[in-house]
Each structure stands twice: as structure tokens, then as C-alpha cells.
């Protein structure tokens, strides 16, 4: 008789008072950065052996880049177009730990009522009793349809940057998809 050992499945969840979402990006033809956050997010991931998923969703209208009239251009139809789009989602399609605390992920980002693939390495580490996994990579938003501003201020790609902090689930959902 033959012994099976089912793989091992954990759930983390992100706690949001301890995680952040970030972006910066060129402007004014590169002689300047904004910088802004995201101030309310939900993420999970769940480890499978070596693998696992990782999903990700931001409140786009919660976006702060310390200017109150840019926040409110950036929450318009011009790019996050809050009022029909109201999260930034990702999911991945793969993560595979590729080393010892490092992580390659595929998946999908979408914003504005757009999806474009993302393909990243995130750094994973165990703080105590919780995770903590930190990913940067860029995108072109205009690809996600959103604008340049007036005579192409602002220079594609953005920098995202997540750092989100997880404890282990205690609920026995293990798959984030549902």
C-alpha cells in the first residue's frame, strides 16, 4: 500500500494597515518625478509547493500624490477613471520561487477597464509569524488607455512598487480565484 502526501497549501493575507502600493513616474519631459500611493489595498497570496498565486486589488480613488488637483485628474476618464473602474486589480497567472526568497510572477494588471500582462520578480521574506513580499516593475499606461497630459508631459513606463505585509489566513478557503 502506497502513501500520498497531499501538498502543502497555505493562505497569507495582506494586512493593510502594513502594506503599501506605490508609483512614480516622469514628467514635465523627464526633468521631474511624482511620486503618489494608493491608500487602501487587499492582497493574498497562497503558497503550493514551490508555487502559488498571488491577487492584489487597489481602491484607485483613494490614489495620493499630495496634490489635490492632480489626485482628482488622476481619478477622471483621463486614467483611472474612477466613477466606471473603481479597483486596480492583479492576478497572477504563475509565481514560481525561483530561489531562496525571490519569486517570478506572470500575470494580469487591470485598471481603467484595460488589462495588460506584467511579468516581475518579487522578494519574499518571513518577519516572525508573517510574510513579507516586495515586488517593483513597471508598466506603459498607456497601454491601459490612459493619457500622456497635455503635450506629452508625462513619460511612460510608471514604477509600481508593493511591499505588503501577511499573516497566515485562518479561514480554510485556499483558493484566492474564488
Do not use: C
Not at 485598471?111 to 516593475?137: C, N
Amino acid at each position: 500500500m502506497s502513501t500520498t502526501v497531499a501538498p502543502t497549501t497555505l493562505r497569507w493575507v495582506a494586512a493593510p494597515s502594513d502594506s503599501t502600493a506605490e508609483f512614480s513616474e516622469k514628467t514635465f519631459w523627464g526633468l521631474r518625478t511624482v511620486t503618489g500611493r494608493f491608500d487602501r489595498l487587499e492582497g493574498s497570496y497562497v503558497a503550493r509547493d514551490g508555487a502559488g498565486e498571488i491577487e492584489l486589488t487597489i481602491d484607485a480613488a483613494t490614489v495620493d500624490t499630495g496634490s489635490r488637483m492632480r489626485d482628482k485628474h488622476l481619478r477622471s476618464e483621463d486614467f483611472f477613471d474612477v466613477e466606471e473602474h473603481p479597483t486596480l486589480r492583479f492576478r497572477s497567472t504563475t509565481v514560481t520561487e525561483t530561489a531562496a526568497g525571490v519569486l517570478h510572477v506572470n500575470g494580469e494588471l487591470e485598471a481603467a477597464g484595460r488589462a495588460v500582462p506584467l511579468s516581475f520578480d518579487a522578494r519574499i521574506r518571513e518577519i516572525g509569524h508573517e510574510l513579507e513580499i516586495e515586488a517593483t516593475t513597471t508598466v506603459d499606461q498607456r497601454r491601459l488607455g490612459m493619457s500622456s497630459g497635455m503635450l506629452g508631459m508625462i513619460r511612460p513606463p510608471a514604477t509600481l512598487h508593493v511591499r505588503a505585509r501577511l499573516h497566515e489566513s485562518t479561514t480554510e478557503e485556499t483558493d484566492v480565484r474564488a
